[in-house]
């Protein structure tokens, strides 16, 4: 038999069981327990998903008949020693004649009238054209809490706060003069102050003078003047701020 035909079999022509290669393990993220953890703890108690978990009625209640009407109140047994009410006045009885009174109710009435207390009437006030009435009490026009005794007095609660925040400014300013003094600062006093903010002023206003005297049409060097003006403006802008927003400053010693 040749060798090339050596392979050749019956057996060949049928196809072999093709086995699946086994697949690779399943990825698992190392943080899948702590965010499960996290979203467990974030979930609302009341959120659900369908309709709630309630308990379900017993099939023992069932709905019975006539179990929603009425009920009569216990029947009563009759008794017939019980005592009966009193007969009807005969056509013979007569009622008891003659019996006067010798008050004058006339005289008292007008006694009672003259002695009594007039009734007050109800305060009220009208806010509108139309007569519209409403009750004066409960309006909050009535001044009641201007006539307590501890109206206007400040709570004890609040002059005890008062008191420590004023020991603990002082205990602050205490504390900054110490520093300044061993830093060798001086603060301006509110004449210095104001002096330096006037001048400071004044050169804000001879500065803006001489930006508006300059021309419309400029040359190069009028625009480089007109330039540093509004710089040297800006700058005396913002010291004079500096200076009109801060009632304490402080410079070195020379």
């Known amino acids: 038999m040749d060798s090339t035909c050596s392979s050749e079999s019956i057996y060949n022509l049928i196809p072999s069981d093709w086995k699946e ?7 698992i993220s190392i943080f899948k327990t702590a965010i499960k953890e996290d979203m467990q703890k974030s979930k609302t108690a009341m959120k659900t998903m369908g309709p709630p978990k309630v308990e379900v009625p017993s099939p023992k209640d ?6 929603k009407e009425k009920t009569l109140p216990p029947k009563k047994k009759f008794d017939r020693t019980e005592p009966k009410k009193p007969p009807v006045p005969l056509r013979t009885d007569h009622p008891v004649m003659g ?5 004058n109710f006339v005289s008292s009435n007008v006694a009672d009238v003259i002695m009594g207390v007039a009734k007050k009437p109800k305060p009220i006030y009208v806010d509108k054209r139309t007569g519209d009435k409403h009750d004066l009490e409960t309006s909050g026009l009535v001044p009641k809490y201007i006539n307590k005794k501890d109206y206007g007095v400040t709570p004890e609660y ?3 706060r008062n008191e420590e925040i004023k020991n603990a400014q002082e205990e602050y300013d205490n ?3 110490e520093n300044l003094r061993k830093a060798a600062m001086k ?16 050169n804000w206003e001879e500065v803006h003078k001489e930006f508006q005297s300059l021309s419309v049409f400029d040359s190069m060097p009028k625009k480089t003047r007109k330039q540093k003006l509004e710089e040297k403006m800006k700058q005396l802008e913002h010291d004079i701020d500096v200076i009109a927003k801060h009632k ?3 410079i070195a010693n020379k």
Not at 187 to 202: Q, Y
């Open 21 to 27: 290669p086994p697949q690779p393990p399943r990825y």
């Open 62 to 67: 069932f709905l019975k008949k006539h179990s």
């Open 99 to 103: 019996v006067q009174s010798e008050k």
């Open 158 to 160: 609040i002059c005890k």
């Open 175 to 177: 504390y900054i003069q």
């Open 187 to 202: 603060r301006l006093s509110d004449e210095e102050r104001e002096a330096v903010l006037e001048g400071l002023k004044k």
């Open 248 to 250: 304490i400053i402080y």
